[in-house]
Each structure stands twice: as structure tokens, then as C-alpha cells.
């Protein structure tokens, strides 16, 4: 049963332009978020959290909205860099913590110059 | 961020012998630390939680005899993957927060494991 779906394997964007990473999720005791890249045999690192009470957390160039009645997040980034082609994991917690996280499968985002 | 460092980052073993995983706290304090395990074209599964000075809770379908988790120091937790078979074979990851209330939860790099 997987819990958080990121249903596009991959996504290919232009430098430049915007990347829409999506994510949806079925535990409605979910309230907290979290987005994670990473490159190949390293392990995650942190990009952006978001509470559920909160529709949208921004940060820099990374910006994560939430639509709570949807089950459903999405990831930002604009304006996308070479530097920013990885796996992009969406977690989420029922603690309201970075406690026992359950992942989606992960986006691999490739963005091309 | 903080620092978790994970060791060794890759490891080939033989079919029954015992190996054992290194996950490590650089600059905090880690009073709890996750170990993940992924298998190819799969998300990250929790497989256990470990709390510094207690027994691990293992998740649903982990096998706490085959997996065995200390976390005797509050910078360092170890998994002994014993007498490993080829199914055990995955990419194994630690992740450790500093307090229960943590909003983030720093992970090491991974470890890839292979049983021949």
C-alpha cells in the first residue's frame, strides 16, 4: 500500500523554466511534509518542509504548496538549473516531525540547457 | 545542515557471513536514528527506529534477528545485516535527529550493499 504516490517517474525541463514536481498521499493523518533531493549513492538532503497548516512554504527558488482536501503537493522550482537534475523524493509524517517518514518513489528530474 | 556520515558506502559480502553499517552523528546529538532500506526503482522503506540507550522498534515484516540495530552512543548506531543472502542485497540508509520534536531528520549517504 503506498501511502505517498509521485506518479511521474521522471520530468525533463529547459534551463530556465519552471519544474512542477508532484505528489500525492492517502493517510489523511499526514501533517507534515517534506521534500528531499538527491544525487546518485549519496544520501538524501533536505530542501523544503510544510506544515499542514500552511497551503505554501517558499524558500529561495524552491517553493512547496499543499492542498490538504486533495491529498496533494506539489514542488516548485524557478527558475530550474543544470545543478538541480536529481531524484526528488516527497515525504510525509503523521508526527509533525521528521519521524518515521514514509517516502513516494521519487522524480528523477533532468533539467537540460 | 548537519552532518551524518554512513560507513562503508558500498560493501560485497558473501552469501551467510554477517556485515555491519556504520551511521554516525558528526555535530549533533542524535537522541533517535531511522534506518531505510531501498530496493531498485523503489521508494525508501523505514525499516526500524533506534532510541540512544533502548531497543530498536522494528517496522512490520523486518526481521529484528536478521537486522540488528544498536544505538549505544548518542552519535553512533550500527545495523548488522547476519548471515546475509543475496535478497538482502539493497541500498541501506541511516537518518538521525537531534529531538523528538526535530523537524528535520538528517540522513548519511547510503550504503550499497551486495551479497554474492
Known amino acids: 500500500d503506498q501511502q505517498v504516490k509521485q506518479n511521474s517517474p521522471s520530468l525533463s525541463v529547459q534551463e530556465g523554466r519552471i519544474s512542477i514536481l508532484n505528489c500525492d498521499y492517502t493517510?489523511?493523518?499526514?501533517?507534515?511534509f517534506l521534500w528531499y533531493k538527491k544525487y546518485p549513492a549519496e544520501g538524501p538532503t533536505f530542501l523544503i518542509s510544510?506544515?499542514?497548516?500552511?497551503d505554501k512554504n517558499e524558500d529561495g527558488r524552491f517553493t512547496v504548496f499543499l492542498n490538504k482536501s486533495a491529498k496533494h503537493l506539489s514542488l516548485h522550482i524557478v527558475p530550474s538549473q543544470p545543478g538541480d537534475s536529481a531524484v526528488y523524493f516527497c515525504?510525509?509524517?503523521?508526527?509533525?516531525?521528521?519521524?518515521?517518514?514514509?517516502f513516494g518513489t521519487g522524480t528523477r528530474l533532468q533539467v537540460t540547457l | 545542515g548537519a552532518v551524518v556520515s554512513q560507513h562503508p558506502s558500498r560493501v560485497i559480502c558473501k552469501s551467510g557471513t554477517s556485515v555491519k553499517i556504520e551511521c554516525r552523528s558528526l555535530?549533533?546529538?542524535?537522541?533517535?536514528m531511522f534506518w531505510y532500506r531501498q530496493f531498485p526503482k523503489q521508494s525508501l522503506m523505514l525499516m526500524a527506529t533506534?532510541?540512544?540507550?533502548?531497543?530498536?522498534?522494528?517496522e512490520q515484516g523486518v526481521e529484528k534477528d536478521k537486522f540488528l540495530i544498536n544505538h549505544a552512543s548518542l552519535t553512533l548506531s550500527t545495523l548488522t545485516v547476519t548471515s546475509a543472502h543475496p535478497e538482502d542485497s539493497s541500498f541501506y540508509i541511516c537518518?538521525?535527529?537531534?529531538?523528538?520534536?526535530?523537524?528535520?531528520?538528517?540522513f548519511g549517504q547510503g550504503t550499497r550493499l551486495t551479497v554474492v
Open positions: 515525504a510525509a509524517s503523521a508526527s509533525g516531525t521528521a519521524s518515521k517518514l514514509t
Open positions: 555535530d549533533f546529538q542524535a537522541t533517535t
Open positions: 510544510i506544515s499542514s497548516i500552511k
Open positions: 533506534s532510541n540512544e540507550g533502548s531497543k530498536a522498534t522494528y
Open positions: 537518518s538521525a535527529r537531534g529531538s523528538p520534536g526535530a523537524k528535520l531528520a538528517f
Open positions: 493517510n489523511s493523518m499526514f501533517d507534515y
